[in-house]
Antibody, heavy 116, light 112 residues
Framework: QVQLVQSGAEVKKPGASVKVSCKAS????????MHWVRQAPGQRLEWMGW????????KYSQKFQGRVTITRDTSASTAYIDLSSLRSEDTAVYYC?????????WGQGTLVTVSS | DVVMTQSPLSLPVTLGQPASISCRSS???????????LSWFQQRPGQSPRRLIY???NRDSGVPDRFSGSRSGTDFTLKISRVAAEDVGVYYC?????????FGQGTKVEIK
């Protein structure tokens, strides 16, 4: 079955970077875009960016431009999100979600905690 | 960014009774291709979101037919014809017509 499995929880200090992975299975990875969405405590879902898993093209929300990088490894059917210059407001659950308009599958979420 | 406003934010419902959630967009969600990119997502307690409805009224595979979506201008509605216990959770609308995609605040559905 279609599945997205994300890497485990992270605790980071302010100013550090974090990289979260998302491994896809059960479908052809390169056929669908991969999105990254986050959910801070008590906040609505927030879309961060996406990657065309086929050609590697990316597009980011302007809010995160300059701090976020989304990549993929087609041989491993895995997408990654790298967020730098972390601050306390980046504490959130980070989700990957595949398919146009996030309709194929979602990962289980990765909690990233930013704390000194 | 397009602002998506949901109401109510909390919805206590009786099992077997209907429920309705509204979502209003600050701009038209009709894209240049003629399609309207409004989706609904369900997030059950402790789970990741999953999409229920896309392009206003199309149910995703495996979604019970008690869920339906409709539109009137920039107002969108998700209806549950008869609420079941497994429908408890938070429901989000999302627009995909304008960059970046944006979500509503979420509506928490709980059983009375």
């Amino acid at each position: 079955q279609v599945q997205l499995v994300q890497s485990g929880a992270e605790v980071k200090k302010p100013g550090a970077s974090v990289k979260v992975s998302c491994k896809a299975s059960g479908y052809t990875f390169t056929n669908y875009p991969m999105h990254w969405v986050r959910q801070a405590p008590g906040q609505r879902l927030e879309w961060m960016g996406w990657i065309n898993a086929g050609n590697g093209n990316t597009k980011y929300s302007q809010k995160f431009q300059g701090r976020v990088t989304i990549t993929r490894d087609t041989s491993a059917s895995t997408a990654y999100i790298d967020l730098s210059s972390l601050r306390s407001e980046d504490t959130a659950v980070y989700y990957c979600a595949s398919g146009a308009f996030l309709g194929i599958a979602w990962g289980q979420g990765t909690l990233v905690t930013v704390s000194s | 960014d397009v602002v998506m406003t949901q109401s109510p934010l909390s919805l206590p419902v009786t099992l077997g009774q209907p429920a309705s959630i509204s979502c209003r967009s600050s701009q038209s969600l009709v894209y240049s291709d003629g399609n309207t990119y409004l989706s609904w997502f369900q997030q059950r307690p402790g789970q990741s979101p999953r999409r229920l409805i896309y392009e206003v009224s199309n149910r995703d595979s495996g979604v019970p037919d008690r869920f339906s979506g409709s539109r009137s201008g920039t107002d969108f509605t998700l209806k549950i014809s008869r609420v079941a216990a497994e429908d408890v959770g938070v429901y989000y609308c999302m627009q995909g017509a304008h960059w970046p995609p944006t979500f509503g605040q979420g509506t928490k559905v709980e059983i009375k």
